[in-house]
């Protein structure tokens, strides 16, 4: 049977897509690889490869040993730390995403998801409901191989017929991994601190607007691309994606409302550059429109269940040390 591969399975986002498609093909039909053993809850949830993103031997070793159909590429370097290592970062993102193409266009799979991000828009884009055909000019590495990868995710299709979905991500906010180096990271840094410390000191100030969208919401959102007929998916660059947009003032607002003596200060630092060149809020309707999607977590419904679920995880961790 044709199996699923996820390279960068260790990652935030990776991991929890992970178990989400073990659950929907079964732990048997898919693979988890990343470059090594970090997250041990994924490498122990089944099968579990390394593989190195950049080198194309490594996965093709592992589309032919498992008979891969379908590739997830999740591995990436992100906006914040991509600015430290700008030559690295275009190098796994670009090298990892033109392998995968290649794999594709020579028949050994069948099916991509690669995520492209916000980060592919800038200064010069239209900051509140950003259309999904606009100027794009970023200002990171982080996205110009966004931008970049999504004219060659465009071109491999139209070329050569690579069956290559993509979604323009957001902010993506989960309890269950911490973020891995993006601008957006301080809305899930400020739910562990609420409750660790009541305290919060933002690397954003208080009225930046960004675009953001609950771990669930993000995960279904790439499952339900992923199973659309083909016919539906009219764009092969990648989709705008929207949910929800809050600045850190209104995110520390909500958390009051389940801890009032929580209190947040701002020291904005480089990343503020960063988001101040990102868009404030996504027309995604093109998204809506071809395959149906739709978000369920709002800014409190997703409060709510951070605060919940984090509460519990340090409550555990305190009864078994």
């Given at each position: ?25 079964g ?5 988890a690889?990343d ?61 990892s ?13 069948k ?29 990171t ?30 902010g ?66 990648s989709?705008?994606?929207g ?31 960063i ?13 809506r ?8 977590f ?17 409550q555990?961790?305190?009864i078994?040390?």
């Open positions: 049977m044709p199996k699923v591969l996820i390279i960068g399975a260790g990652g935030q986002i990776g991991s929890e897509l992970t178990f989400k498609l073990k659950d929907i093909h732990s048997k039909n898919v693979v690889s470059i090594g053993y970090h997250n041990l809850e994924v490498v122990n949830s089944g099968i579990f490869e390394i593989v190195d993103a950049q080198d194309y031997n490594s996965i093709k070793i592992c589309v032919e040993k498992h008979n891969i159909d379908t590739i997830y590429l999740m591995a990436a370097m992100l906006s914040a730390t991509g600015e430290k290592y700008p030559m690295k970062a275009w190098d796994l993102n670009m090298n995403l033109f392998h995968v193409l290649n794999l594709a266009k020579d028949g050994f799979i099916h991509i998801f690669w995520p492209s991000s916000i980060a592919v828009f800038g200064p010069t884009t239209p900051t509140e409901n950003t259309p999904q055909h606009t100027t794009m000019e970023p200002t590495v982080y996205g110009i191989t966004k931008q970049v990868g999504e004219r060659w995710c465009e071109y491999y299709n139209k070329k050569y017929g690579v069956d290559v979905r993509s979604i323009r991500y957001p993506i906010i989960s309890w269950k991994t911490m973020p891995g180096g993006g601008t957006t990271d301080y809305a899930v840094e400020i739910y562990h601190q609420a409750i660790l410390d009541k305290h919060y000191d933002c690397f954003l100030s208080e009225h930046t607007e960004l675009p953001m969208m609950y771990m669930d919401d993000a995960i279904n959102a790439t499952v339900n691309l992923m199973q659309a007929p083909a016919e539906q998916v009219k764009i092969r660059s989709y705008n994606l949910a929800i947009s809050f600045t850190p003032l209104t995110i520390s607002e909500e958390i009051k409302k389940h801890i009032p003596d929580f209190e947040i200060t701002y020291s904005p630092d480089y990343r503020q550059q988001a101040d060149s990102w868009p404030k809020s996504i027309d995604d309707s093109a998204a429109e071809d395959w149906n999607w739709n978000h369920e709002d800014l409190e419904k997703m409060t709510t269940e951070m605060l919940k679920q984090l509460g519990r995880k340090y555990d961790s305190e078994n040390s």
